[in-house]
């Protein structure tokens, strides 16, 4: 959405067990403005499900299973956010994230059920959403929201071929405009 | 946490299929501000982990199963916002969910599969986090932050017999002062 790329890689997933929180996982990190998700590469099932939604209501957005996160996080040309309950507060981390994103692509790793210690050294920064147990997603969208100021909501989509057209009450979609 | 009370409903729920997201929003509830979870009364099990992680980590936050969320919204004695990807955008809505929730509760209804027209007709405000589809958790995640301005992050727990100790790096979790 910016000049440097904004990625959200999820460390670890389950098929099956995991399918819908890895899928929400990269839902959200569409819809609040990261370029990109990563997911392993046994997450094949919702990857798919980003793509396909990514068809239909528009991009870019890009997916990507990889056979190794950690060596992602490792080997990221840029500053690495990781998500943990025990990091330091978002409030006070955001500052310094959007000051390094203005700089240099910015990679927030996701945790799955376990994350090896070496994650949370190799990252610029652990950060937490409230040091509380609560969701990935949750703490996902806090920091993108935070991290653009907002700015990711009125992002404008293309290719899409279909379009939500905001509304007080009831739903309405409708063909994109063709002059857009 | 405020003065009126800010309530979450979650209208539908499958047990098995849903219980990690179900339980992703109570979680979501409580670490984000809201005073209360209201769940359809087939979620048992994500109850009772709502209500395990309360004891552990501290409250006040009520967890309730209702036989009838639909009546619960109907009869709301306050404002009710439901967040649905058809709605007005949370950026234009946030301000009245301020003001409305300065007099009288709020209510942030979350939907389920399947949202009954009537939903959308008692709400207050349909409220979107952006109009693409992604995740009932990310959204309610967003409308919490932005409703409570980011107070919530520094939310104080009462009874909790774990606190975690923000750090830049690893994990530090200690019993609580008993002089809080």
Redesign the interface.
């Given at each position: 959405m910016d000049d440097h790329e904004v990625a959200v890689c999820r460390l670890s997933h389950r098929p099956g067990r995991d399918d819908?929180?890895t899928t929400?996982v990269g839902?959200?990190a569409?819809?609040?403005g990261a370029d990109r998700v990563v997911f392993p590469d046994n997450a094949t099932g919702p990857a798919e499900t980003v793509e396909d939604?990514t068809g239909r209501?528009g991009g870019p957005f890009d997916v990507e299973l990889n056979a190794s996160p950690k060596r992602l996080v490792r080997e990221w040309p840029g500053t690495v956010a990781h998500l943990t309950?025990?990091?330091?507060?978002?409030?006070d981390v955001e500052a310094d994230l959007r000051a390094a994103h203005a700089e240099e692509p910015l990679l927030v790793v996701v945790g799955g059920e376990k994350v090896p210690?070496e994650v949370?050294?190799h990252?610029d920064?652990?950060v937490?959403?409230?040091?509380?147990?609560?969701?990935e997603?949750?703490?996902?969208?806090?920091v993108l929201?935070?991290l653009f100021e907002?700015r990711?909501?009125?992002?404008e989509?293309t290719d899409a071929d279909r379009?939500?057209?905001?509304?007080?009450?009831?739903?309405?979609v409708v063909e994109p405009d063709d002059g857009e």
């Open positions: 819908r929180m929400h839902l959200t569409r819809a609040l939604i209501f309950m025990y990091g330091l507060p978002v409030q210690f949370y050294e990252a920064h652990n937490a959403v409230t040091n509380q147990p609560h969701s997603i949750a703490g996902l969208a806090v929201d935070r907002g990711e909501l009125d992002r989509w379009v939500v057209v905001p509304k007080a009450t009831g739903k309405e």
